[in-house]
């Protein structure tokens, strides 16, 4: 028998300058994810919930979805390859909304390694700078960071524990 462990993050040996991953899968965003984000992180902006509004006070003439949300989507679906397995994010560098998203948008994600420096004072573990694109289904860049993660080594990364062991397919 094989066990396959799906790997979540990288350690800091794993991040090569120049590396970039394609994440998967996409996310459609529906009208229903950017209204509860509104609601839930209190912005009550007519641009995001009102049509009528949207269509009759706005340059897009429709609903645009919360840039929050479409950096948060962006940044959850670079977290399985990239800081899964991390210590800690330490910064956003830089973020920018290239373009509007709109209700029905399906984004995409892909991150490029940009620097990798392992720590002076602890050599269990680096930091590792990554910038990370978002585009929609027209392949059009909506949206843009940089951020720096802390990483372990692969030595002295903590091992990956389950609450249950083999005896799960014994019998």
Same mark, same amino acid.
Request: proline share 5%; aromatic share 12%.
């Given at each position: 028998?094989?066990?396959?462990?799906?790997?979540?993050g990288?350690?800091? !040996?794993?991040?090569?300058p120049?590396?970039?991953?394609?994440?998967?899968? #996409?996310?459609? =965003?529906?009208e229903?994810?950017?209204? %509860?984000?509104?609601?839930?992180?209190?912005?009550?902006?007519?641009?995001?919930?009102?049509?009528w509004?949207?269509?009759?006070?706005?340059?897009q003439?429709?609903n645009?979805v919360v840039?929050n949300?479409?950096?948060s989507?962006?940044?959850?679906?670079?977290?399985?390859?990239?800081?899964?397995?991390?210590?800690a994010n330490? !910064?956003?560098?830089t973020?920018?909304?290239?373009?509007p998203?709109?209700? #029905?948008?399906t =984004?995409y994600a892909s991150?490029?390694? %940009?620097?990798k420096?392992l720590?002076?004072?602890?050599?269990?573990?680096?930091?590792?700078?990554?910038?990370?694109?978002?585009?929609n289904?027209?392949?059009?860049?909506?949206?843009?960071?940089?951020?720096k993660?802390?990483?372990w080594t692969?030595e002295?990364?903590?091992?990956r524990?389950?609450?249950?062991g083999e005896?799960?397919?014994?019998?």
């Amino acid at each position: 028998m094989t066990v396959y462990e799906r790997p979540f993050g990288r350690y800091f !040996e794993d991040f090569e300058p120049g590396d970039i991953y394609q994440h998967w899968p #996409g996310k459609t =965003i529906t009208e229903y994810d950017d209204h %509860l984000f509104c609601m839930i992180t209190m912005n009550h902006h007519p641009l995001h919930t009102n049509e009528w509004f949207a269509e009759n006070e706005t340059v897009q003439k429709q609903n645009v979805v919360v840039g929050n949300l479409v950096y948060s989507l962006v940044l959850g679906m670079s977290v399985p390859d990239v800081s899964g397995s991390c210590i800690a994010n330490l !910064e956003v560098e830089t973020l920018s909304h290239k373009k509007p998203t709109f209700h #029905g948008d399906t =984004i995409y994600a892909s991150t490029r390694v %940009l620097d990798k420096k392992l720590s002076s004072s602890k050599p269990d573990r680096g930091i590792v700078t990554v910038e990370t694109k978002g585009v929609n289904q027209r392949g059009e860049e909506v949206c843009y960071f940089r951020r720096k993660l802390m990483v372990w080594t692969k030595e002295a990364a903590p091992s990956r524990m389950r609450p249950y062991g083999e005896e799960l397919w014994e019998s």
